[in-house]
DNA sequence: CCAAAAGTGTTCATTCTACACCCATGG
DNA sequence: CCATGGGTGTAGAATGAACACTTTTGG
């Protein structure tokens, strides 16, 4: 509804009598907005989550999520990218949005609504050491975390759980593994994701039943033992079942 | 982050040199918040949604989702609960949120992003009849869908969407029937929201084992064909696979 | 030859699917 | 006694879990 008749009748009933748009400008457009990001990141076989330590108040000191608030003229996904940007200095990351937390009280400098996301990052790929990343941002395992400023404790939750249904019903790992790779690695991240333990047979059979992954005709080199075949998404496929959805686990 | 160092010299980039408290007030408080709500229904073997005829502009005598603007000092939540209660009476209806939607036009009043969220009715338990919903409020064929103003065509595809994920991965049906019904009614409810078919055997086999029923013994009257036997879902069962969750079709 | 991890095959139990069949009621 | 939908049983296929086994590398 928004603003037609019922939206009026209610500001009617609160007496104000000027024209509709300036009412609303007056009265609701007060909020603030922002993003906050969980970033989950994958490197020896551990789930990392990537935190800031904040450098001012509120809650100077202590640990939260990358976030920023959002500009009146910035969609609000341009600004998540924006924020991982600058953060990572990695341009076209996976994102998606997980939910809106909008408590009155959950910001003391007034009512700032937050959107979060999440996140996948090969941190491999891109330089795992301190010095690449912007000052004071660290990655941090999951299972160590620390409390977190303002609400960054319950969005970081949500995000895990919703990252664990992901990965249960659609593909990933596109985004956390290289792009060669061999399927223990990929188990491995299953298991790390999931907090889970597979049979190697079994696991390898899901897999190649689900016909998404390459076979490159690549060995690993160099390993203290039988080298491994390496793997590839195949892209359509990929694309496929992350529309249709697939179940596993 | 929000505001911290990082923010901070953002804001002073764009030079701001008053405190931060007021920038922020100034600069980017200028969000409004919006609810639009997918409520669905179950009448007759079909999926329904309450839509809205626009009474004025902009998008005047058009269909739209029910929704209306956040009060500064209003959780969200309880503005959704707000709206669905205005509109059809009910009080505890079940709602859960879908996505954000925050393009920068997507509102030709200014800056309005929306929370999207999505209610179950079971709409012969309150009089599907016109006369009981608020004026201009019309239970619409799920499959006969007029366009929507604003983005609201996104907002109601992305909740069938949840929807549908949702009832394949925990029970839903409590809020859309009636506190007794036949195996068979769950059945079409399914088979709605789903649109799929289902064999009724196999159907039954399925739900059978996820020991959510409780069998109360009745029977149906009246019926022209033997009658079915009535059953209603087991509370602490239904909240347990509602957490657990679980796997159909 | 040994350690270590890759990779495969087999068995058994469970679940899924399709389909046929019987049952109770009103008209 | 028939039409209608309720309700059940079963055979065969498909899937899944457990586990033992073979293979290939470096040292």
């Known amino acids: 509804m928004e603003e037609d008749d019922y939206t009026k009748s209610k500001l009617q009933q609160t007496n104000f009598s000027v024209p509709y748009y300036e009412i609303s400008y007056e009265k609701f457009f007060q909020f603030g907005l922002s993003v906050d990001c969980v970033v989950f990141g994958y490197h020896e076989k551990k789930l990392k989550v990537l935190l800031i330590k904040r450098g001012a108040a509120p809650f100077k000191g202590k640990w939260a999520l990358p976030g920023d608030l959002v500009y009146p003229n910035e969609n ?5 990218k924006r924020i991982l940007k600058d953060l990572t200095g990695i341009n076209n990351l996976f994102m998606e949005q997980t939910l809106v937390y909008g408590q009155v009280d959950r910001h003391p400098a007034g009512r700032v609504i937050t959107t979060g996301y999440y996140a996948l990052i090969d941190i491999s790929k891109h330089d795992p050491s301190a010095s690449a990343w912007a000052d004071g941002v660290y990655w941090m395992d999951f299972d160590e975390l620390p409390d977190l400023a303002f609400d960054h404790d319950k969005i970081l939750n949500d995000a895990v759980e919703i990252l ?25 991240l299953y298991e790390a994701i999931l907090d889970e333990k597979y049979d190697k ?25 039988r080298p491994a075949r390496l793997y590839s998404f195949d892209p359509e496929k990929y694309e496929l079942l992350k529309k249709k959805g697939f179940s596993f686990g």
Do not use: C, W, Y
């Not at 609000?76 to 998540?80: G, L």
């Not at 990965?167 to 061999?182: C, D, M, Q, T, Y």
């Open 76 to 80: 609000i996904d341009v600004a998540a």
């Open 201 to 225: 047979a079994n696991f390898r059979k899901r897999i190649v039943s689900q016909d998404l992954l390459i076979d490159l005709k690549e060995m690993q080199k160099g390993v203290p033992h």
């Open 164 to 188: 664990r249904t992901s990965v249960r019903h659609k593909p990933i790992g596109f985004e956390l593994l290289p792009v060669k790779f061999a399927l223990a690695q990929l188990q491995e």
